[in-house]
């Protein structure tokens, strides 16, 4: 969960950045090559990848999505779209219909306003992440191949000082 956020705050951060550069081109797609990978931004209608694993949901309005492809076979994509509907039915489509496109649901996370699926299928990993405000509610897809790394636990002990308070 931790690294979804992470990599979700990541493309949050590029897809404004991206928003924000294409606004002042004519395109709505901007692509610029980086250490070995292509990263794509694109906004509006055409922001959803042809290529997109995972469905999107009917109706929903695209806001932009960020697509990063490498050498070594590297490939993630980002969407965000919106839509009127309430985030519960929104989840429920997605419950349903990741299960008929052969994605297993790895893990749920229901909190008010705001839930969260997590889904494996062959080597990929993908999360949709909705959030309402009871007008609109915003639906995040992140979609990349299963990640091989394996975490090295540290042997540093928290120390809490001025620039790290304790969090108890």
Do not use: R
Not at 22 to 32: D, L, R, T
Not at 113 to 123: E, F, G, I, R, S
Not at 152 to 164: A, G, M, R, W
């Amino acid at each position: 969960m931790k690294s979804f956020l992470s990599l979700w705050l990541l493309c949050s951060g590029c897809l404004l950045s991206a928003l924000v550069f294409s606004a002042c081109s004519q395109s709505p797609e901007v692509s610029y090559h980086s250490g070995g990978m292509t990263h794509t931004f694109a906004e509006g209608k055409g922001a959803v990848p042809d290529n997109l694993p995972v469905p999107v949901y009917p109706g929903a309005t695209p806001s932009g999505s960020v697509s990063v492809q490498g050498s070594d076979d590297e490939d993630s994509k980002f969407v965000l779209l919106s839509s009127t509907d309430p985030v519960n039915k929104i989840a429920d489509y997605y419950q349903e219909e990741l299960k008929k496109a052969g994605w297993t649901v790895v893990s749920t996370q229901v909190l008010p306003a705001l839930v969260n699926l997590a889904a494996k299928k062959q080597d990929l990993e993908a999360s949709v992440m909705l959030s309402g405000d009871g007008q609109k509610t915003s639906i995040s897809i992140s979609v990349n191949k299963e990640s091989k790394v394996t975490p090295v636990p540290t042997s540093q002990t928290f120390t809490p000082d001025k620039l790290n308070p304790p969090t108890d």
